[in-house]
């Protein structure tokens, strides 16, 4: 599953205009996989936008649309598809945050030249739904030392948007599946769908007449 998680995150940066560079290929036997750094990415587009006047702060929980004012980063994939991210969760998986220890973000930052300055993102499943939870885990997250979160849905939904039927993905697996699915309309346009909904309840209601009538 890490590895799946690993190449839709991976798709989601280079549909973005990012370069990634995958940190490790292997994981040797004296080591956890999760203490790995998963990949180094570079948004080569960076360079106009740092000179551009009064660019906002970056938000905690990245949407795509907030991904032009990242200029370097590392990316760690949870992909514990099934889980939420919440302050329970945090305090009991100490594993989340081993890539921050020294020795392995230095590494990292070595990579990148010894330069600072560099996003520490977390691809997460979710985090949770009510306001009081959600702020209790940014705050973990935030204390620990992350800059940014994404969450799985966020890529998802971006990849599903952007693959264009039209188009022969040859090259990524990844992406041919996508294509492939939305030609067979497995994947529905949200707006049509919620159109739909509201049509099918109006027949319902022209067809059962008015209870009160």
Known sequence: MSAVSETIVREYFELHGFFVRQQ????????RED??????VINPN??????????????????SAN?????RAVV?????????FSPGLLANAPEIFRFLEPAVFQQAERAFGGAGGLTKILVVPA????DEARRQSI??????????????????ADLIDRIETNRNYQKSDLLQVIRILKNYDFFKERQLELFKA???????KERGGNPAS
């Open 127 to 130: 985090l949770p739904a009510g």
């Open 67 to 71: 991904l032009d004012r990242v200029a």
């Open 198 to 204: 509201r049509r099918v309840g109006r027949k319902k």
């Open 35 to 40: 203490d790995d750094i998963d990949f180094l």
């Open 76 to 84: 760690v994939v949870k992909g514990w598809h099934t889980d939420t």
């Open 46 to 63: 960076a360079v106009a936008l740092a000179n551009a006047p009064a660019v906002p702060p970056l938000p905690f929980v990245l949407v």
């Open 24 to 31: 490790r290929k292997f994981v040797a036997a004296a080591r």
């Open 139 to 156: 705050e973990v997250l935030r204390a620990k030392g992350i800059d940014a979160v994404i969450p799985f849905h966020t890529i998802l």
